[in-house]
């Protein structure tokens, strides 16, 4: 399996998706999704 950094480093991904959010706590929650041209249609 691939490590984590050899993934996002591939040439194939074309879209980047980032999203935020926070708990009651004020506590940031994050998310990445990398795309490629096999989800974008």
Known sequence: ??????????????ELGAGIDFNDDNQP???????NDQWLY
């Not at 929650?29 to 795309?35: Q, S």
């Open 1 to 14: 399996m691939k490590v984590h950094r050899e993934n996002i480093l591939q040439d194939s991904f074309a």
């Open 29 to 35: 929650f994050y998310t990445e999704n990398f795309l």
